[in-house]
């Protein structure tokens, strides 16, 4: 019943072997699964515009397919079946349609080969399915099944991470020499792209971030039309992406190339706490013992740098160093900016951290993001219960005297290997 994919032998072996691990890790008895690729998305207001169109991670882990409509089914006694949606002549005159787009079984058969199964388990992953009614914890279980599969990368994910990463590289290595007075952060985000997508990549593998002067200290802030100015940084947190695999790179440079003093030992800083975080990216290492070595790092280096006092311990478990470090150390990258990462059951966050986006032991083929941060937020630094809170720890007059400084971050993508970590991102300059 099931037609093949049309696609080169490496990737036709590399989709068979992830339906193999999959299917293996399920233990499929009586349960149906169906995966779907989900739809397209209208614009609110805009007529019959829609957004562009991304399969469904899981869905598209397993078949490499971008297209909507799709759906990927298995059942123990048949195995995996394409369900793909037939090509119309409408989508012929006005879109086009991939040379596989009909490689499979036409979703007009969908209906019938669930009606044959009437009765047992269905577990919807993906996008949900019209008409299936899911049953909601096995569909919990078989995810995180897939996750423990998807997480490690096989070499075809990763040469994909590679032509992204080099794009990526590309971009920052243009835009670093226009770093200078007058110029806006929508412009230094227009040349960055360009630059991606000149050197390979087929998309964005997020809103890009773009922040200059106080704005450094919003942690996902989007550009605007303000100009950079000379004394200030400018934080760029970008990344191309290439066949649904993204790169993912943060970078604080000196408008104008030169760092103040306190700009230098600030980016210093955050610059040993990633290298610390990344030198423990090893297999059996829990991420969240990668989180403390930044934090740690971070809260001896701002005791010296005179706005922190106490123990590094009491430091990080006050949740003093949060204060300045407020988010995660980082989080899986792969197939999307958030690949597959998940917090096991039962984890909480331990006291003064944050809640990590991933919160698991690394294994040999994971890619993570290492990305501290040192930030003067005001919205954390003037709230009153937070000083109260923290009078122990923080010199308030020198937090206070940092207020308008902003942020500095520097983010690697890491490959955690037996044989040590491989820092995919090491080519992309910390200092222009």
Same mark, same amino acid.
């Given at each position: 019943m099931s037609a093949p994919i049309s696609v080169d032998s490496e990737l036709a072996a590399q989709i068979e072997r992830r339906r193999r691990a999959v299917a293996e890790r399920w233990n499929v008895g009586s349960e149906v699964v169906v995966i779907g690729a989900g739809e397209p998305v209208h614009i609110p207001g805009r007529a019959d515009r829609t957004y562009q169109f991304r399969s469904h991670s899981e869905y598209f882990y397993l078949t490499d397919r971008e297209r909507p409509g799709g759906v990927l089914a298995f059942d123990a006694?048949?195995?995996?079946?394409?369900?793909?949606?037939?090509?119309?002549?409408?989508?012929?005159?006005?879109?086009?349609?991939?040379?596989? !787009?009909?490689?499979g079984v036409s979703t007009d058969e969908l209906e019938s080969w669930l009606a044959a199964r009437r009765g047992r388990p269905i577990v919807n992953l993906g996008a949900p399915? !019209?008409?299936?009614?899911?049953?909601?914890?096995l569909g919990a279980e078989f995810r995180r099944h897939l996750n423990q599969v998807r997480r490690p990368k096989d070499a075809l994910e990763l040469e994909r991470m590679r032509i992204a990463e080099r794009a990526t590289? !590309?971009?920052?290595?243009?835009?670093?020499?226009?770093?200078?007075?007058?110029?806006?952060? #929508?412009?230094?985000q227009i040349e960055l792209e360009a630059e991606f997508f000149r050197q390979g990549a087929d998309f964005l593998a997020f809103e890009t971030i773009v922040a200059s002067g106080a704005n450094s200290g919003v942690l996902h802030f989007p550009p605007t039309a303000?100009?950079?100015?000379?004394?200030?940084?400018?934080?760029?947190?970008?990344?191309?992406?290439?066949?649904?695999?993204?790169?993912d790179v943060t970078r604080t440079?000196?408008?104008?190339?030169?760092?103040?003093?306190?700009?230098?030992?600030?980016?210093?800083?955050?610059?040993?706490?990633?290298?610390?975080?990344?030198?423990?990216?090893?297999?059996?290492?829990?991420? #969240?013992?990668?989180?403390?070595?930044?934090?740690?790092?971070?809260?001896?280096?701002?005791?010296?740098?005179?706005?922190?006092?106490?123990?590094s311990d009491a430091l990080v478990e006050s949740g003093a160093v949060s204060l300045f470090f407020p988010h995660g150390i980082g989080h899986m990258v792969g197939l999307g900016v958030r690949d597959a990462g998940e917090v096991l059951p039962g984890r909480e966050p331990e006291p003064g951290m944050p809640r990590l986006r991933?919160?698991?032991?690394?294994?040999?083929?994971?890619?993570?993001?290492?990305?501290?941060?040192?930030?003067?937020?005001?919205a954390l630094l003037e709230d009153p219960d937070t000083r109260a809170g923290l009078r122990e720890f923080v010199i308030w007059d020198r937090a206070e005297a940092m207020l308008g400084f902003g942020g500095v971050r520097i983010e690697h993508n890491v490959h955690v290997t037996d044989e040590g970590p491989e820092v995919l991102t090491a080519d992309i300059p910390l200092l222009g």
């Open positions: 006694d048949s195995g995996w079946v394409d369900f793909v949606m037939p090509v119309s002549r409408e989508e012929l005159v006005w879109e086009g349609a991939p040379v596989d !787009a009909q490689d399915i !019209a008409g299936v009614a899911p049953a909601e914890e590289s !590309a971009g920052f290595a243009a835009v670093v020499p226009l770093l200078d007075a007058g110029r806006t952060e #929508r412009a230094v303000r100009a950079l100015a000379d004394g200030e940084l400018v934080l760029i947190d970008a990344g191309a992406e290439f066949r649904a695999y993204a790169s440079y000196p408008v104008s190339g030169s760092f103040s003093p306190e700009q230098a030992a600030i980016h210093e800083l955050v610059a040993r706490a990633g290298v610390a975080a990344a030198a423990r990216a090893l297999p059996g290492t829990e991420f #969240r013992d990668i989180h403390r070595t930044a934090a740690t790092t971070i809260a001896e280096g701002l005791t010296d740098f005179g706005l922190l006092r106490g123990s991933a919160d698991l032991p690394l294994e040999a083929g994971h890619v993570v993001t290492i990305e501290p941060g040192i930030y003067f937020i005001p």
